[in-house]
């Protein structure tokens, strides 16, 4: 199989750091997505990482170590409208343009 | 922007009615796909296509159909509807790469009663 897994919940402070790591099968891994989806609303893109290495945008960067299987999504400075779920996707070469995601990381940010 | 459109936020049905739900995109993407989501699963893809009149067959095909006439719009069938087939269904599309970006609808929350 290709298991995407991620934490189900975690809960952080405002203004506070918090990283969010998502680990994948490593065979056939061709690319990593990350969304936000908050409570009753689509899911709306973040991230992708297909090379080895941290990439920031704003206050979110996410990194990908291809040879580990492994994903993080960091948030810096949280704000309570980060308090939402994050979904970890990968794409996988035997998969065609299929993505298999994650459950999720319900994250919620609290004064 | 790219938008993509359900037509439907919340439907009830009964058990054994058709049900449709549409999806329609602006962005000329070729990709369109169709997720259900349910807590504790995550997003799981029903069928996509990458063309008109192209589907495939993604995990949970089972009791799903989908038609794809027009580039701009994807329907997701439920020939008889089933109360295990109350969730979340979610609609998305890209361009035609493997890597682009999906974008997603706002989702139609199926009540099957």
């Known amino acids: 199989g290709q298991n995407i897994d991620q934490p189900t919940e975690m809960t952080a402070t405002e203004g506070a750091i918090v990283q969010i790591n998502c680990t994948y099968q490593?065979?056939?891994?061709?690319?990593l997505f990350w969304y936000q989806q908050h409570a009753g609303e689509a899911p709306t893109f973040l991230s992708y990482?297909?090379?080895?290495g941290l990439e920031e945008k704003g206050r979110f960067s996410s990194f990908l170590s291809r040879s580990k299987g492994y994903s993080y999504l960091l948030l810096k400075e949280l704000q309570m409208k980060d308090s939402a779920s994050y979904l970890c996707?990968?794409?996988?070469?035997?998969?065609?343009?299929?993505?298999?995601f994650g459950g999720g990381t319900r994250l919620m940010v609290k004064p | 922007d790219v938008k993509v459109t359900q037509s439907s936020r919340y439907l009830v049905k009964r058990t054994g009615e058709k049900v449709f739900l549409e999806c329609v995109q602006d962005?000329?993407?070729?990709?369109m796909f169709w997720y259900r989501q349910d807590p504790g699963l995550g997003l799981r893809l029903i069928y996509f296509?990458?063309?008109?009149?192209?589907?495939e067959k993604g995990d949970i095909p089972e009791g799903y159909s989908v038609s794809r006439e027009k580039k701009e719009r994807f329907s997701l069938i439920l020939e008889s509807a089933s109360t295990n087939q109350t969730s979340m269904y979610l609609c998305?599309?890209?361009?035609?790469?493997?890597?682009?970006?999906?974008?997603f609808g706002p989702g139609t929350r199926l009540l099957v009663l």
């Open positions: 296509s990458y063309d008109v009149k192209m589907k």
């Open positions: 490593t065979s056939g891994f061709n690319g």
């Open positions: 998305a599309s890209s361009f035609g790469g493997r890597s682009e970006t999906q974008y």
């Open positions: 996707a990968a794409l996988f070469n035997n998969a065609g343009n299929m993505l298999t």
């Open positions: 962005m000329d993407h070729e990709n």
């Open positions: 990482n297909v090379l080895d």
